[in-house]
């Protein structure tokens, strides 16, 4: 496809992260999938040999639809398909790659209801598609699907692959520095009832912990209900129950970690990212010599890095803009006060548990609690709201305008605003931060009133 022709279009099925929607309705509707299937399994057919693809999923019951559909549009492109089983997201990155395949997928809305579901695709180096395959993709799917379909001979074959968890649990292993372990630190890990309920336990135990699991029963519902990084007061409550030296919760594919300290005081994305920067810092380790993170990041996050002589590189909201940016700037660490943290080193996108086991390598080295380790600066007032919209363009309105207009006015040199569209779900969000609270918060809310009067 000519590059003049990519820039007159728009994606429609694609989001900031792969396809997502309601499962069983519209681009999550079984037909739609087999024709995603068909049009990828065809852009990704490249050259004689036996063309491949591995397949992982998160515990939602609309898995066990989307799987088959998406074989199926695999199979007739001439693709043959290796189904892996629940996995998390950045398993299935590294796996794209170690087993040699042409494209890698993962069936996931990351922390998003049981209701909803989405597919993740990854190219042959690991990497999320570009903006230009993904229209590529969209411009296939709208061709007859005869123009995807093979002769009989060449049609894809299908198998299951047993030992993909242990691989990646091997893997991970890998990441936490040999010359420690584990022992003597009690974890709390709260799994979400998703995608690494079964290998992140192994990893932490395996590695000497002594692990109290939660979120570790999925029946195909509750995937992020009361449990994971979105909702973890569940993982705060169990660590002060059992005494124990960190929580940690994944969402439900892994690719994002929150973490609380021994206290049940949670610990953010920012925080996280400021304490394995400067651990790579000290250990030379850190390319760029700074990292990247999204407008969102807090401003005492940045203060803190220029403090130790690191710049910060924000990028829009979004992991594969922060992934981008790090590639071009040949930067190892970036991540989103989310808790999705990558870590070049060892991933091509966000994952969790080496996330959470980064930060455990620098507790047992410093010899601390968690709260003294992973408290590295006071962060500014920051408040975030979101308004549900059904449709239309709420941010045109003039309501809204003057209201955002006068926001920035009000903050001057001593605050930030931003307001953006979720590329997840039909929400706005409305972020502003800034030295004075008070006045954060009725920026926020004055905002938020126009939104929701103009919808």
């Not at 996280?272 to 990292?291: M, Q, V």
Request: proline share 4%; charged share 25%; aromatic share 6%.
């Amino acid at each position: 496809m000519r590059g003049e022709d990519l820039d007159k279009m728009t994606r429609t099925i694609f989001g900031t992260d792969g396809v997502r929607g309601l499962a069983n309705r519209g681009a999550m509707a079984p037909h739609a999938i087999l024709l995603l299937g068909l049009a990828a399994g065809r852009a990704f057919r490249r050259g004689n040999h036996r063309h491949r693809v591995v397949i992982g999923k998160d515990t939602r019951l609309s898995g066990y639809m989307i799987e088959p559909a998406l074989t199926a549009g695999f199979t007739a492109a001439g693709m043959d398909v290796f189904l892996l089983g629940p996995l998390p997201t950045p398993a299935m990155a590294m796996l794209t790659r170690s087993m040699r395949a042409d494209l890698g997928v993962m069936i996931s809305a990351s922390h998003n209801p049981y209701h909803d579901n989405g597919i993740k695709f990854f190219g042959p180096d690991g990497f999320k598609l570009s903006d230009e395959t993904e229209l590529m993709i969209e411009r296939m799917m709208s061709e007859p699907a005869e123009a995807s379909l093979v002769d009989p001979s060449a049609l894809g074959r299908t198998q299951r692959i047993d030992d993909a968890g242990a691989r990646y649990i091997e893997f991970a292993k890998a990441t936490f520095p040999r010359r420690l372990d584990l022992d003597g630190l009690r974890v709390v890990l709260d799994c979400a009832h998703g995608a690494a309920y079964k290998v992140a336990p192994t990893v932490l135990w395996e590695l000497g912990a002594d692990v109290k699991a939660i979120g570790v029963e999925p029946n195909g519902f509750n995937i992020n209900n009361d449990v994971g990084s979105t909702e973890p007061k569940l993982m705060q409550e169990a660590v002060i129950e059992y005494r124990a030296d960190i929580g940690i919760a994944l969402d439900g594919d892994a690719d994002r970690v929150i973490i609380c300290d021994e206290k049940g005081e949670l610990i953010d994305g920012d925080q996280i990212l400021a304490t394995i920067a400067a651990a790579y810092k000290e250990d030379d380790r850190l390319r760029g010599n700074g990292i990247v993170s999204t407008v969102m990041a807090n401003l005492g996050l940045e203060k803190y890095l220029e403090g130790l002589g690191l710049s910060l590189v924000r990028t829009q909201v979004g992991d594969r803009y922060v992934v981008e940016a790090m590639r071009e700037k040949n930067m190892n660490i970036g991540g989103e006060p989310s808790g999705h943290v990558i870590l070049r080193d060892h991933s091509t996108t966000g994952d969790g548990l080496v996330t959470a086991l980064k930060i455990l390598g620098v507790v047992k080295r410093e010899g601390s609690k968690v709260s003294q380790v992973c408290k590295r600066f006071d962060p500014y007032p920051q408040i975030l709201k979101s308004v549900r919209y059904e449709g239309g363009a709420p941010l045109e309105n003039a309501g809204v305008k003057q209201a955002i207009e006068e926001g920035k006015k009000a903050f001057g040199q001593k605050g930030r605003l931003v307001i953006r569209k979720s590329g997840t779900e039909p929400l706005i969000r409305v972020m502003a931060e800034g030295e004075d609270e008070a006045l954060v918060r009725r920026v926020v809310d004055e905002i938020c009133a126009a939104l929701k009067k103009a919808i």
